[in-house]
């Protein structure tokens, strides 16, 4: 298995642009997770998804923030417009039974 | 509410000391999960140790060993005869047992000079 895949690694937009993650996780898993991670407050949980379906959407910041599952090998997270504070590098996670699998994470850098 | 606290920010050794990153956590819940993932310079996050709270057993893999202690909440992991590749930043995480939604410590960053 290749694991959890997401893409682009790295991403530089300018402020305003929408920017657009994607996530492909592992075959079979059945729950999938967004983290956030920054220096000043760590790895947040942003969303996770049950078969395909969003279970939890607290931690998304704000309303430029969406994320969306159509299938079960698929996940986007979208930041319209983008901002600067939005710079941080985001994984996605999936899970079978409890046990995680990150993918390499990708670094958005918001200038 | 679940909650992790990692108290050590930043723990610097010298190689072969042993180490203990420690963990301590809230919860509601009367069954979860623990973990402890590696983050190295790189920046992947690299699983080391899953544990459910059944079972209180402690753990030894190597040079890694994990103390778990469900009186005290707490959920340590020391490093025996440190080494400079364990130089990384370390992170503790609850998860429920049910909603699987992993919680993360704010992470120790560990430092082994040679």
């Known amino acids: 298995d290749a694991g959890v895949i997401q893409s682009p690694r790295h991403e530089v937009t300018e402020m305003g642009q929408e920017v657009t993650l994607r996530c492909k996780p592992i075959?079979?898993?059945?729950?999938l997770f967004w983290y956030r991670q920054t220096m000043m407050r760590g790895l947040e949980l942003l969303i996770y998804?049950?078969?395909?379906?969003?279970?939890?959407d607290s931690g998304m910041p704000e309303d430029r923030f969406s994320a969306k599952m159509p299938n079960a090998s698929f996940s986007t997270l979208k930041i319209q417009p983008s901002e600067p504070r939005d710079s941080a590098v985001y994984f996605c996670?999936?899970?079978?039974?409890?046990?995680?699998?990150f993918g390499s994470g990708t670094r958005l850098t918001v200038v | 509410a679940q909650k992790v606290t990692q108290a050590q920010t930043e723990i610097s050794v010298v190689e072969k000391e042993d180490v203990t990153l420690d963990c301590v956590y809230e919860?509601?819940?009367?069954?979860?999960?623990l973990f402890w993932y590696k983050q190295p310079p790189s920046g992947e996050l690299v699983f080391l140790i899953r544990?459910?709270?059944?079972?209180?057993q402690n753990e030894i893999s190597g040079r890694y060993s994990w103390n778990f202690q469900k009186s005290t909440s707490s959920f340590n992991f020391t490093i025996t005869a440190s080494q400079v590749v364990d130089s990384a930043v370390y992170f503790c995480?609850?998860?429920?047992?049910?909603?699987?939604?992993?919680?993360f410590g704010a992470g120790t960053r560990l430092t082994v000079k040679p």
């Open positions: 919860t509601r819940d009367t069954t979860y999960y």
């Open positions: 075959s079979g898993h059945d729950y």
């Open positions: 996670a999936s899970s079978l039974r409890g046990g995680y699998t």
């Open positions: 995480a609850l998860s429920s047992y049910n909603n699987n939604d992993m919680r």
């Open positions: 998804f049950n078969n395909n379906v969003p279970i939890d």
């Open positions: 544990r459910n709270s059944f079972d209180e």
